[in-house]
């Protein structure tokens, strides 16, 4: 009689080598034939009765491991040494993530938590060093990620309240064309990226980040017929780089801080509905509950200012569902291979490196066309 194949058996000469799935094919195996002999059933398999039953005996761990390893194909459960630090640092973790204010947690201190863990279970021999807590991570299937902000804070039940019975009832009448949102971001067009790859041991100094800003104010309507030119918010009232430049490529304003006031939101919405009206269009706007944005604006015929739900504009808002970021990404890989076309050239200077705020609108311009086509 063939043995029968059990995917995840190797035999090298005298010695037989299981993953963690054959383990488990094995038991499935087993819990098919209940009432079989396990010497048949070893002989069947192609393995030792000894083997057979160990595998029985460990049935929980191996279960428990198959779980925890989520397919991945291991050939053995190699538990750590310090099992019992590790699962209470595991529910440590879940806890921490898991309340009202997400707590961010970093390696050296979830370290020391697992020295403070051990010594509280009279381990003395655990010392929480690199290369266990890198092993910790792949067996516990931790990773290193980047938190998101405002959507920690936000009311899934006003949210889903909105979703499902506010806003049908104020989108009722309207056309997708006819409904719009706005919403503005900080833009640190001279901004690099603060990690690189390099030769190990090289210098690894960087550079000293600009500070250069503006407020740029981007918007389409649902369907994205309509993508007006972004308007972007610098200090000064005309700035160098705009000399003997007879059109800009963005709408441009200017205040002392470079950024949004009710002043100038007011003029921008009054200039928005005055386009609407010569257009003879009736428009939703859409907007956030910013400071800069006020909750009646007089004189409006043609444009309907509408509200999202407070703490909730990063799941409602449109505009924040990748528009915006995307736009930034944009400009930012059109900045950085401008500066990669200046590598190797001696005839650079420093100040070369870097925009001005007139090619700083040109690259909004190219991302904003790039990204508005998937609205």
Known sequence: MQPLKIAGIKHAGKRTSFTLDAK?????EVDANPKENRMNMASRLGIPKSTLLT????????????????????????????????KALVQYIIQARSMQVKIPLSGSVLKEQARIIAA????????????WFDRFKERNNIVFKKTSGESASVPEE?????????????????????????????????????????????????????????????????????????????????????????????????QKNAWMTSEEFTKFVRQFDTRMRIAKRKVLLFLDNCPAHPADIPGLTNVKMVFFPKNCTSRLQPMDQGVVKNVKHYSRVRFGRRLLDMIGR??????????????????????????FLFV
């Open 24 to 28: 488990v094919n094995i038991l499935k």
């Open 55 to 86: 595998i029985l005996k460990n049935r929980e761990k191996i279960l428990e491991a198959s779980a925890r390893s989520k397919g991945k194909k291991r050939k053995r459960d190699r538990r750590s040494k310090f099992h019992a630090v590790e």
């Open 120 to 131: 509280r279970l009279k381990i003395k021999d655990f010392t929480g060093s690199n290369a």
């Open 158 to 254: 006003t949210v889903t309240t909105w979703t499902n019975h506010t806003l049908p009832g104020i989108l009722k009448g309207y056309a997708p064309q006819d409904v719009y949102n706005f919403d503005e971001f900080g833009y640190f067009y001279n901004l690099l990226p603060d990690k690189s790859m390099m030769v190990k041991n090289s210098d690894s100094h960087g550079n000293k980040q600009s500070k250069a800003r503006v407020t740029v104010l981007i918007g389409s309507n649902a369907d994205g017929s309509d993508k007006p030119a972004p308007l972007v918010i610098g200090k000064s009232k005309r700035p160098r780089c705009f000399e003997n430049v007879r059109t800009l490529p963005c709408k441009y304003s200017n």
């Open 346 to 371: 001696p005839d650079i200077d420093k100040k070369d490196f870097f925009i001005n705020l007139l090619q700083a609108m040109e690259f909004l311009m190219v991302s904003k066309f790039m990204i």
